[in-house]
């Protein structure tokens, strides 16, 4: 899927230097921290070629752009290059969908309910305060222990299953339906677990306030074109059906029309990428066991194009690619089969690790290292500031 960049037969010293260090992970810990300070400065290039060939995303598509340096060398330079060049895919190119939502807007408000132009209406009698919302870190996609920068407002939604007792959705069980509806919102202002909950009747309550952290992501990783994401209850809003993973029922078609103006009026506040409108079972992890979807949640079957949105299982999972956890026949056999991003995101790290000319045991371990060491150092922080 990778075209290779057109590369001519010679070394550079940098090169040179990597070839004498037997072991091929220090190797490669050598050659991104040299990449890393040459970035900063990069010596001047001849140019032999002033084309080379782009990767332009993972949906496939390849394009000839004309660059003003040289082709990137064959060896460490190449290697290094590919890792800075990798890209997290605008999903909503698979499909004839906007990449923005038109204006929405606040048109009424008051102390029990607000309502949006584009006709979402939101009952504000469960919110409550937690934690403000901290400023979070953005990590560079692969090879730097530190942020590249912090974010302040939400970049993405995250929606969820809150697996409480269900009811059959019928007439004649109304009373028990509100009755369900009613302790799953108690339990749920009890935990600050969601910022807004969606009822089987559509209507959308706000729990947590905006401008605080809701606990809803856990441990959690996603990444965009600007970097990585990390433990997301700050980066994130979080979003929950009342339902059950298990149910045969899901969603009822009123919830799928709130959530659609809901997602509309978060992703026209916060100018939110499609991309970013993800799942939980898609960012969960578990750092016990390295494997990802912890929770599973939404595994499969999320109505993405009825919310206006494309298709994100088929967006690479970073937790793989970037940090080399894995998944189990259990969580396939969960999910009913493969997403279209969990085979990208194997067969990037799998590359990755053929460029190095390393093991795909070793690399993913070289991978695995960096996440451990940034999530210690988050550990750490979090504590410090407690």
């Known amino acids: 899927m990778l075209g290779r960049i057109r590369t001519f037969g010679f070394k550079t010293r940098l090169d040179r230097r990597a070839e004498r260090i037997s072991d091929p992970v220090e190797r490669l810990r050598f050659l991104r921290r040299e990449m890393a300070i040459s970035s900063v400065q990069p010596p001047p290039v001849r140019t032999r070629n002033s084309r080379a060939l782009q990767y332009a995303g993972w949906l496939g598509i390849f394009v000839i752009l004309p660059l003003a340096t040289a082709p990137t060398p064959k060896g460490a330079a190449e290697t290094m290059a590919r890792e800075r060049g990798l890209l997290v895919p605008r999903a909503d190119a698979a499909v004839n969908l906007p990449s ?64 409480s007792n269900l009811a059959p959705f019928e007439e004649e069980a109304t009373r028990k339906l509100k009755r369900f509806g009613r302790y799953a919102l108690e339990t749920i202002r009890q935990e600050r677990a969601y910022h807004y909950v969606i009822d089987r009747f559509g209507r959308v309550f706000s729990v947590v306030a905006e401008s605080d952290a809701a606990n809803h992501a856990g441990n959690s990783i996603w990444a965009d074109s600007e970097g990585i994401y990390i433990n997301l209850n700050d980066s994130f809003i979080g979003v929950s059906f009342e339902g059950q993973t298990a149910s045969s029922e899901e969603v009822t078609p009123a919830q799928i029309l709130s959530a659609r103006t809901l997602t509309e009026m978060l992703r026209s506040r916060y100018g939110i990428v499609p991309e970013n409108c993800v799942t939980h079972a898609q960012v969960s992890v578990n750092p016990l066991n390295m494997h990802i979807a912890n929770h599973t949640d939404w ?68 991978l695995r290292h960096r996440y451990k060491d940034i999530a210690a150092a988050l550990k750490n922080e979090s504590e410090g500031g407690s």
Do not use: C
């Not at 309502?115 to 996609?141: E, K």
């Not at 494309?310 to 793989?320: C, H, K, Q, T």
């Open 100 to 163: 923005t939502v038109s204006r929405v807007w606040l048109v009424e408000h008051s102390e029990s309910t607000e309502v949006y132009s584009n006709g979402l209406r939101v009952d504000l009698t469960f919110t409550v305060s937690n934690r403000p919302r901290s400023s979070f870190p953005v990590y560079a996609l692969t090879g730097a222990y530190t942020p590249v920068k912090t974010g302040q407002a939400p970049v993405g939604i995250l929606y969820h299953m809150n697996e």
């Open 299 to 366: 595994a499969s079957n999320f109505p993405f194009l009825s919310l206006g949105l494309p298709d994100n299982y088929a967006i690479p999972l970073p937790s793989l690619y970037a940090f080399g956890f894995e998944f189990d026949d259990v969580f396939l056999r969960v999910m009913g089969g493969r997403w279209k991003g969990l085979n990208l995101a194997v067969e990037q790290m799998e590359r990755q690790a053929a460029v190095e000319h390393v093991p795909v045991a070793q690399y993913r371990a070289m």
